[in-house]
């Protein structure tokens, strides 16, 4: 009998995730992507002006990161990031030239808060209990209404944790969002939280995956925008891509992996997130000082986030649609006047490149939050995938991953009637 297809609409690493999940299976998998290129919003690309490699966007790993790291560990991707030995974030305030080291020991009894040396400075080992109501909260209410933001621990820990990992400003964020991902993190201990850091999102996540696919037999088509989704009655039946058109067999699945307005337009009847947070990532091209971290911490400042490259120092600024309207000149050299600061350099603006990704993320609020679908669709062959789905975490890395292990599940699961 033939062989059924899983049809894959999106090559970011949600589609991705799920199609290496499904290839070399019982049935075969094609990936459509609308770019010429895989990845989404997590890849690298040759930046002409630098005359580098960049990513698109600066994203960190922790090694509680479990399905992030399995997925790099399936593909081959493992040996294009570094791993840090153990828990260790350091810390600059440009307001007023303080450094610190967060250093969370690695087990999951806390024992590290009572120690100066570990934890932030200006604060008591009691201050970090007050974050119980945040990991106990069950309904969905904005940070601001279970936790203080204010004082040294606000500004200098949970501030920039939290806007990294949900790209919202903390007080107007969801409780649940932000108590799952510290849970599994800094709840688990300093053995979950080793910094992790790609050095090209393309080369650990997106080449690998890629070549992963093609050896198992999956089937990659690049440009292939799909314009519309053809149905009969409760099924998804033919993907029309304007100059061609796939019609699908009875036992055919298709996994919808597009962003959410994307899918929101295929898709009749889908609600999903519609307030989306912006990312400006900033890329100088400059040799970092030996002394530089691979990642530094910034409170204080327009940069949140410093990353050390071997040929270039990265920036990411989260929740930054405050930044938007600024001119391209105006904002690298504000950026680049922070980042020397930061890095202890004292030389005019390299070369330097700024990306802003205006709908970087989902707005990780409780409204958004419950707007999120799951991975079941009302049509019995549509499968959703995104870490704009239901996925439990914010717009991560690792949700986009766990969603598309989950519509891989989903498919895997359902009878074929042949093949």
């Known amino acids: 009998m033939a062989r059924s297809t899983v ?4 090559a970011g690493l949600a589609g991705l995730a799920a199609a290496v999940r499904l290839a070399g299976g019982p049935r075969d998998v094609i990936v459509y992507e609308a770019a010429r290129q895989a990845g989404g919003r997590c890849r690298s690309y040759f930046d002409t002006s630098l005359g580098l490699v960049i990513d698109n966007g600066n994203h960190l790993l922790l090694s509680g990161n479990a399905a992030a790291l399995d997925f790099l560990k399936t593909v081959g991707g493992l040996k294009s990031v570094w791993q840090a030995a153990e828990a260790d974030f350091p810390f600059i305030d440009l307001s007023t030239g303080a450094r610190w080291r967060l250093r969370p020991n690695a087990g999951p009894l806390p024992w590290w808060i009572f120690l100066k040396g570990r934890r932030v400075p200006a604060t008591r080992w009691r201050d970090y209990f007050g974050l119980a109501g945040l990991l106990f909260e069950r309904s969905d209410r904005r940070i601001d209404e279970v936790i203080a933001c204010n004082g040294p621990l606000y500004e200098r820990l949970w501030r920039p944790f939290l806007l990294a990992a949900l790209n919202t400003d903390p007080p107007e964020g969801s409780t649940l969002l932000a108590s799952a991902v510290v849970r599994e993190s800094l709840a688990r201990g300093g053995g979950a939280c080793r910094p992790i850091i790609a050095h090209g999102l393309s080369s650990a996540f997106i080449e690998p995956a890629l070549l992963y696919l093609v050896k198992r037999g999956a089937d990659v088509r690049l440009d292939h925008r799909l314009r519309k989704i053809g149905f009969d009655g409760a099924r998804a039946s033919a993907l029309d891509f304007g100059d061609a058109r796939t019609e699908l067999g009875p ?5 919808l992996a597009a962003p959410a307005p ?4 295929l898709l009749p009847g889908l609600e999903a997130p519609v307030e989306f947070r912006a990312i400006v990532n900033a890329h100088f091209k400059i040799d970092p000082p030996q002394n530089l971290p691979p990642i530094l911490g910034v409170v204080n400042g327009t ?3 410093v990353f050390a490259f071997k040929d270039r120092i990265s920036i ?3 929740g930054a649609d405050r930044l938007l309207d600024i001119g391209r000149e105006e904002l690298a050299a504000t950026i680049w006047a922070e980042t ?9 603006l390299p070369p330097w490149q700024i990306i802003k990704e205006k709908r970087a993320t989902f707005a990780a609020t409780p409204v958004e939050n419950a707007r999120r679908p799951g991975a079941a669709t009302d049509f019995a062959n549509v499968t959703l995938a995104g870490d704009w789905t239901a996925t439990g975490l914010p ?6 991953v ?13 009878p074929r009637k042949s093949g």
């Open 395 to 400: 717009a991560t890395i690792e949700g986009a």
């Open 340 to 348: 020397a600061c930061a890095c202890g350099l004292d030389q005019p």
């Open 303 to 305: 940069i949140e986030w």
């Open 251 to 255: 036992d055919d699945e298709l996994i």
């Open 262 to 265: 994307v899918a929101q337009d």
């Open 7 to 10: 049809h894959i609409v999106g």
């Open 316 to 318: 990411t600024i989260s």
């Open 402 to 414: 766990r969603s598309g292990h989950r519509a891989a599940a989903a498919v895997a699961a359902r």
